[in-house]
C-alpha cells in the first residue's frame, strides 16, 4: 500500500507528508515500510543507508530516515547499533521530541538505570511543542511500566497518570496497569493514594513565580518545576505548597531522597495540622531509600562438627530442634545438607487445635548439617536474625551439641536483612499443620498485637535516633515520626485484616489518638482515602456513600471499603444505583473470616443467578476459600460442579488452573491434587502473607511490585515450607 502524502507525516509532527519531513522520499519511505512489514530489516537497513548517503545535509529527511533505522534495529535487538543511530539522530536534530525520547527507551532495554531513563524521558517533554508525539508517549509507557517493576510505585503511578491524560483514558494498557498498582494490596494504601498537588495561597508575593513553576508540570516538564520549586524553598522557607509539591514531584520522578527531604521539611511546619504533618512523615518512611532504618541485619555463621552421628542424634533428641524437609533444594555445584533443622523456643505442639498464642513456638534459628566433603571438614551453618535487646541462638546450640559441636569458625556476620517489625517485632510462629484458617489467623493477629504493645514500645530504633517509642514520649522530641510509623502500622494493620486497633498502641503511649470524623464537616471528595476508616458509614448520605465507596475500591482500602460496602447493600434507596452483587463479591474478598466470605459468596451467587448471571466465579471463589480452610469434602464437590457444568463458558477453565497453580494444586502433567491439611495450612499462610505483605514492612528496595510480577518479600507470619532456610545457592 503506497504512503497517502495528505496523511499525517509518520514522523508524529502532526504535519501531513506533503508538508513535512518525508515529502521528497515518499515512494522510498513506501519501499522500506513494505520491507519492514515483510520483515526484510536488514534489506531495509540498507535501503536506509543509501538514502542517508543521498541526502546528507537534508535535515528532515535525515530525521526520519535515522528514526526509521534506530526502530529497526530496536527490533533486531541491536542496542549498541540502534544507539549509535539514535547520538546521530541528536546531532542532525538536538530538539526533537521523538529523537530525545529514543534514549529513553534504549536505558530500558539496555538495562540502564531507571532514572537515567526518566531523566532522558524528560528532555524530550522539554522539547514537546503542542502535541506529544507517538514515540514519547511509547517511551512515557515504558518507563512506567519499568518503574514499576524497580519498586517505584509512586513514580510509576504518576507515569501512568500523565500517559492517562495524553491519551485521554483511551490505552487500555494504561488503565489496566494503573488499576492493577491501585489494586496492589502488596503497595502499602499511602502509595497508591493519589498525590494531590496544592495551589499557593491567594497572597504571598510568589503566586506568579510558582504557577510559572506549575505550568511546567503540567506540561509533562516535571524536571524544570521540580527545579523551580527547589530554587524557591531555599529562599522562600516553610511554604507548604512549595514542599508539598516538589516533594510529589520528585517521587513521580523517581528522586525518592529528594522527596524524603521535602516532605520531612513539610512535616516539620508546625503551624499546619497535625494529620497533614503526620502524613507527609509517613510517606517520607515509606519512600526513604535508606532501608537500613527498617530492617534488621540476618547473620550467618559456621561451626565445626566433631563427630557427627552423636550430634545427630543429640539434635534429633531435642524437642526444641524440629526437623525441616531436606527436598528441592536450589542446583548448586555443593552437596546439599545431611539435614537441616529450626530452633524453637519450646517445643512443637502435637497438635494446633486450641492452643494459646503461649503455646505457639517461635523460630529462633535455622541449621544446616553438612557432612565431611573431599575438601572441607563436617560442619553446621547457623542462620538467625539479630534483634535489638535479645540474646543470639548461638549459646543454645552449642549447648545442645555438647562436645560434638566445636568452634565456631570466624565471626557472625551479617548476609541479608529483613524488615525490623516483620522480623524482630512479630517473629516468625510455627503453628501446627491441622489448625484451622481462622484459629491460624487469630493467633498471628494476637502475635502481632502483643508484639507492639510488649516489644514494639520498647524497642530502640533508629528512626527516633536510637530511642524506643517510649522513650519518644518521655522527652521533648518531635512525636510526628512516632505518630507516622504507627499510622504506618495502623493502615498495615487494616490492609491485612491484622483485626487490630492501634488507639490501644497510641493509648499505651500517651500520644493523640485517631478520632472520628465528622462527615458533615469534611468534604468527601478531598478527604485522604485513608481516613475514611475514621467516618460513620451509617451517617453518611446516599451521595457522600457513593463517593466513598467508589474512591475506597478504587485504591481497594480494604478498611473503608468493608465498611462502605456493607452500608451499600443495607439500603434499599441504593438499590439501582449501584451492582450490589459487586458489593457482596467485594466484601467476600475483605472480610476479616471464612464464614463471612463465605456468606458473602453465597448472596453474590444468589443476586447473580436471579439475575440469569452464571455462578461459575463465585463457585471458583468458594473453592479457594475450602481449600483454606481444609475443607477437603465440600472442596471435592465444588471441583466436580465446575468441571461438569462449567467448564465450557468463557473464562472458567483459565480462572481455576489460576486458583490451583497459585497453590501447587497442579502437577507438571497437568492432574490436580486434592489437599491434605499441609497443604491446607501452607495455602492458608501463603493467602495470609499475600494479603499482609506490603503495608508495614513494604520497602522501595522490595523489587517488583505486583502489577509486573507476584513476588513479594518475607511476612511476618510463617512462611512457605521452602522459604523457611537460606542453604548455600540460593543467594
Same mark, same amino acid.
Given at each position: 500500500?503506497?504512503?497517502?502524502?495528505?496523511?499525517?507525516?509518520?514522523?508524529?509532527?502532526?504535519?501531513?507528508?506533503?508538508?513535512?519531513?518525508?515529502?521528497?522520499?515518499?515512494?522510498?519511505?513506501?519501499?522500506?515500510?513494505?520491507?519492514?512489514?515483510?520483515?526484510?530489516?536488514?534489506?531495509?537497513?540498507?535501503?536506509?543507508?543509501?538514502?542517508?548517503?543521498?541526502?546528507?545535509?537534508?535535515?528532515?529527511?535525515?530525521?526520519?530516515?535515522?528514526?526509521?533505522?534506530?526502530?529497526?534495529?530496536?527490533?533486531?535487538?541491536?542496542?549498541?547499533?540502534?544507539?549509535?543511530?539514535?547520538?546521530?539522530?541528536?546531532?542532525?536534530?538536538?530538539?526533537?521530541?521523538?529523537?530525545?525520547?529514543?534514549?529513553?527507551?534504549?536505558?530500558?532495554?539496555?538495562?540502564?538505570?531507571?532514572?537515567?531513563?526518566?531523566?532522558?524521558?524528560?528532555?524530550?517533554?522539554?522539547?514537546?511543542?503542542?502535541? !506529544?508525539?507517538? #514515540?514519547?508517549?511509547?517511551?512515557?509507557?515504558?518507563?512506567?511500566?519499568?518503574?514499576?517493576?524497580?519498586?517505584? @510505585?509512586?513514580?510509576?503511578?504518576?507515569?501512568?497518570?500523565?500517559?492517562?491524560?495524553?491519551?485521554?483514558?483511551?490505552?487500555?494498557?494504561?488503565?489496566?496497569?494503573?488499576?492493577?498498582?491501585?489494586?496492589?494490596?502488596?503497595?502499602?494504601?499511602?502509595?497508591?493514594?493519589?498525590?494531590?498537588?496544592?495551589?499557593?495561597?491567594?497572597?504571598?508575593?510568589?503566586?506568579?513565580?510558582?504557577?510559572?513553576?506549575?505550568?511546567?508540570?503540567?506540561?509533562?516538564?516535571?524536571?524544570?518545576?521540580?527545579?523551580?520549586?527547589?530554587?524557591?524553598?531555599?529562599?522562600?522557607?516553610?511554604?507548604?505548597?512549595?514542599?508539598?509539591?516538589?516533594?510529589?514531584?520528585?517521587?513521580?520522578?523517581?528522586?525518592?531522597?529528594?522527596?524524603?527531604?521535602?516532605?520531612?521539611?513539610?512535616?516539620?511546619?508546625?503551624?499546619?495540622?497535625?494529620?497533614?504533618?503526620?502524613?507527609?512523615?509517613?510517606?517520607?518512611?515509606?519512600?526513604?531509600?535508606?532501608?537500613?532504618?527498617?530492617?534488621?541485619?540476618?547473620?550467618?555463621?559456621?561451626?565445626?562438627?566433631?563427630?557427627?552421628?552423636?550430634?545427630?542424634?543429640?539434635?534429633?533428641?531435642?524437642?526444641?530442634?524440629?526437623?525441616?524437609?531436606?527436598?528441592?533444594?536450589?542446583?548448586?555445584?555443593?552437596?546439599?545438607?545431611?539435614?537441616?533443622?529450626?530452633?524453637?523456643?519450646?517445643?512443637?505442639?502435637?497438635?494446633?487445635?486450641?492452643?494459646?498464642?503461649?503455646?505457639?513456638?517461635?523460630?529462633?534459628?535455622?541449621?544446616?548439617?553438612?557432612?565431611?566433603?573431599?575438601?572441607?571438614?563436617?560442619?553446621?551453618?547457623?542462620?538467625?536474625?539479630?534483634?535489638?535487646?535479645?540474646?543470639?541462638?548461638?549459646?543454645?546450640?552449642?549447648?545442645?551439641?555438647?562436645?560434638?559441636?566445636?568452634?565456631?569458625?570466624?565471626?557472625?556476620?551479617?548476609?541479608?536483612?529483613?524488615? #525490623?517489625?516483620?522480623?524482630?517485632?512479630?517473629?516468625?510462629?510455627?503453628?501446627?499443620?491441622?489448625?484451622?484458617?481462622?484459629?491460624?489467623?487469630?493467633?498471628?493477629?494476637?502475635?502481632?498485637?502483643?508484639?507492639?504493645?510488649?516489644?514494639?514500645?520498647?524497642?530502640?530504633?533508629?528512626?527516633?535516633?536510637?530511642?524506643?517509642?517510649?522513650?519518644? !514520649?518521655?522527652?521533648?522530641?518531635?512525636?510526628?515520626?512516632?505518630?507516622?510509623?504507627?499510622?504506618?502500622?495502623?493502615?498495615?494493620?487494616?490492609?491485612?485484616?491484622?483485626?487490630?486497633?492501634?488507639?490501644?498502641?497510641?493509648?499505651?503511649?500517651?500520644?493523640?489518638?485517631?478520632?472520628?470524623?465528622?462527615?458533615?464537616?469534611?468534604?468527601?471528595?478531598?478527604?485522604?482515602?485513608?481516613?475514611?476508616?475514621?467516618?460513620?458509614?451509617? +451517617?453518611?448520605?446516599?451521595?457522600?456513600?457513593?463517593?466513598?465507596?467508589?474512591?475506597?475500591?478504587?485504591?481497594?482500602?480494604?478498611?473503608?471499603?468493608?465498611?462502605?460496602?456493607?452500608?451499600?447493600?443495607?439500603?434499599?434507596?441504593?438499590?439501582?444505583?449501584?451492582?450490589?452483587?459487586?458489593?457482596?463479591?467485594?466484601?467476600?474478598?475483605?472480610?476479616?473470616?471464612?464464614?463471612?466470605?463465605?456468606?458473602?459468596?453465597?448472596?453474590?451467587?444468589?443476586?447473580? +443467578?436471579?439475575?440469569?448471571?452464571?455462578?461459575?466465579?463465585?463457585?471458583?471463589?468458594?473453592?479457594?476459600?475450602?481449600?483454606?480452610?481444609?475443607?477437603?469434602?465440600?472442596?471435592?464437590?465444588?471441583?466436580?460442579?465446575?468441571?461438569?457444568?462449567?467448564?465450557?463458558?468463557?473464562?472458567?477453565?483459565?480462572?481455576?488452573?489460576?486458583?490451583?497453580?497459585?497453590?501447587?494444586? !497442579?502437577?507438571?502433567?497437568?492432574?490436580?491434587?486434592?489437599?491434605?491439611?499441609?497443604?491446607?495450612?501452607?495455602?492458608?499462610?501463603?493467602?495470609?502473607?499475600?494479603?499482609?505483605?506490603?503495608?508495614?514492612?513494604?520497602?522501595?528496595?522490595?523489587?517488583?511490585? @505486583?502489577?509486573?510480577?507476584?513476588?513479594?518479600?518475607?511476612?511476618?507470619?510463617?512462611?512457605?515450607?521452602?522459604?523457611?532456610?537460606?542453604?548455600?545457592?540460593?543467594?
Amino acid at each position: 500500500m503506497t504512503l497517502d502524502q495528505y496523511q499525517l507525516c509518520p514522523c508524529g509532527s502532526g504535519k501531513k507528508t506533503k508538508f513535512c519531513c518525508s515529502k521528497d522520499i515518499l515512494n522510498d519511505l513506501d519501499r522500506i515500510d513494505q520491507m519492514v512489514k515483510g520483515e526484510q530489516r536488514l534489506a531495509a537497513i540498507e535501503k536506509i543507508d543509501t538514502l542517508l548517503a543521498k541526502y546528507p545535509d537534508h535535515t528532515p529527511v535525515l530525521t526520519r530516515l535515522l528514526t526509521i533505522k534506530a526502530e529497526v534495529q530496536l527490533a533486531l535487538k541491536e542496542y549498541a547499533n540502534a544507539r549509535e543511530t539514535s547520538n546521530r539522530l541528536l546531532q542532525v536534530n538536538p530538539d526533537d521530541p521523538s529523537a530525545l525520547a529514543l534514549p529513553a527507551i534504549l536505558d530500558i532495554v539496555e538495562g540502564q538505570s531507571i532514572l537515567k531513563a526518566v531523566d532522558d524521558l524528560q528532555s524530550a517533554f522539554a522539547a514537546v511543542g503542542e502535541s !506529544v508525539t507517538a #514515540r514519547v508517549y511509547e517511551a512515557v509507557m515504558l518507563v512506567a511500566m519499568s518503574l514499576l517493576k524497580s519498586g517505584l @510505585p509512586v513514580a510509576a503511578k504518576g507515569h501512568l497518570q500523565l500517559a492517562l491524560a495524553l491519551s485521554d483514558a483511551k490505552d487500555e494498557r494504561c488503565t489496566s496497569a494503573l488499576m492493577q498498582l491501585n489494586h496492589s494490596r502488596q503497595i502499602p494504601l499511602l502509595l497508591r493514594e493519589p498525590l494531590d498537588l496544592e495551589n499557593p495561597p491567594e497572597d504571598v508575593t510568589w503566586q506568579i513565580e510558582f504557577t510559572a513553576a506549575m505550568q511546567d508540570v503540567f506540561r509533562g516538564r516535571w524536571r524544570e518545576g521540580a527545579q523551580k520549586l527547589s530554587e524557591m524553598s531555599n529562599r522562600i522557607l516553610d511554604a507548604p505548597a512549595i514542599l508539598k509539591n516538589l516533594g510529589v514531584l520528585s517521587a513521580w520522578l523517581g528522586r525518592n531522597d529528594h522527596a524524603v527531604k521535602a516532605l520531612r521539611s513539610y512535616a516539620q511546619i508546625r503551624d499546619l495540622p497535625l494529620d497533614s504533618r503526620v502524613h507527609a512523615e509517613a510517606l517520607a518512611q515509606l519512600l526513604d531509600p535508606d532501608m537500613q532504618k527498617q530492617m534488621v541485619p540476618v547473620i550467618g555463621v559456621e561451626a565445626e562438627i566433631k563427630d557427627i552421628d552423636p550430634l545427630m542424634e543429640k539434635f534429633l533428641s531435642n524437642s526444641n530442634l524440629r526437623q525441616l524437609p531436606n527436598n528441592d533444594q536450589p542446583e548448586s555445584s555443593e552437596p546439599p545438607p545431611r539435614a537441616i533443622f529450626e530452633l524453637l523456643d519450646q517445643p512443637m505442639p502435637a497438635s494446633g487445635k486450641e492452643l494459646t498464642l503461649e503455646q505457639i513456638p517461635r523460630s529462633l534459628a535455622t541449621l544446616a548439617v553438612f557432612g565431611k566433603q573431599t575438601n572441607r571438614e563436617a560442619r553446621i551453618q547457623i542462620q538467625f536474625v539479630e534483634v535489638p535487646g535479645e540474646d543470639n541462638p548461638i549459646e543454645a546450640i552449642q549447648s545442645i551439641g555438647g562436645d560434638a559441636l566445636g568452634e565456631l569458625q570466624g565471626n557472625p556476620q551479617p548476609i541479608s536483612q529483613l524488615p #525490623r517489625i516483620s522480623a524482630a517485632v512479630f517473629g516468625t510462629l510455627r503453628i501446627p499443620d491441622d489448625a484451622e484458617v481462622d484459629a491460624r489467623r487469630d493467633l498471628v493477629n494476637e502475635a502481632r498485637r502483643v508484639g507492639l504493645l510488649e516489644r514494639w514500645v520498647s524497642m530502640p530504633s533508629p528512626l527516633y535516633d536510637g530511642k524506643s517509642p517510649q522513650e519518644v !514520649v518521655k522527652d521533648e522530641s518531635d512525636k510526628v515520626p512516632l505518630l507516622a510509623e504507627i499510622l504506618v502500622l495502623d493502615l498495615a494493620a487494616q490492609e491485612g485484616n491484622w483485626d487490630l486497633d492501634l488507639n490501644e498502641v497510641r493509648s499505651k503511649l500517651g500520644v493523640a489518638e485517631r478520632e472520628a470524623i465528622d462527615a458533615d464537616s469534611c468534604d468527601i471528595d478531598r478527604l485522604p482515602v485513608h481516613d475514611f476508616a475514621r467516618l460513620d458509614a451509617s +451517617k453518611l448520605s446516599d451521595e457522600q456513600l457513593l463517593v466513598a465507596y467508589r474512591r475506597s475500591y478504587s485504591v481497594m482500602a480494604v478498611q473503608p471499603l468493608r465498611d462502605m460496602a456493607k452500608e451499600v447493600i443495607s439500603r434499599e434507596s441504593l438499590n439501582e444505583k449501584i451492582d450490589k452483587i459487586e458489593a457482596y463479591d467485594i466484601l467476600s474478598d475483605v472480610a476479616t473470616n471464612t464464614d463471612d466470605a463465605l456468606m458473602y459468596l453465597e448472596k453474590a451467587r444468589k443476586l447473580a +443467578k436471579a439475575d440469569g448471571e452464571s455462578p461459575a466465579q463465585w463457585l471458583i471463589d468458594e473453592l479457594e476459600i475450602r481449600l483454606l480452610r481444609g475443607d477437603v469434602e465440600q472442596f471435592t464437590q465444588l471441583m466436580k460442579e465446575i468441571q461438569t457444568r462449567y467448564m465450557k463458558e468463557p473464562g472458567v477453565g483459565p480462572a481455576l488452573l489460576q486458583v490451583l497453580s497459585r497453590y501447587g494444586l !497442579v502437577t507438571p502433567d497437568g492432574r490436580v491434587m486434592m489437599p491434605g491439611k499441609r497443604e491446607a495450612a501452607e495455602a492458608a499462610d501463603q493467602q495470609q502473607a499475600e494479603a499482609s505483605s506490603g503495608a508495614g514492612v513494604w520497602t522501595p528496595e522490595a523489587g517488583e511490585s @505486583p502489577a509486573a510480577s507476584s513476588s513479594t518479600q518475607a511476612p511476618p507470619e510463617e512462611p512457605k515450607q521452602e522459604s523457611k532456610l537460606w542453604v548455600p545457592g540460593m543467594d
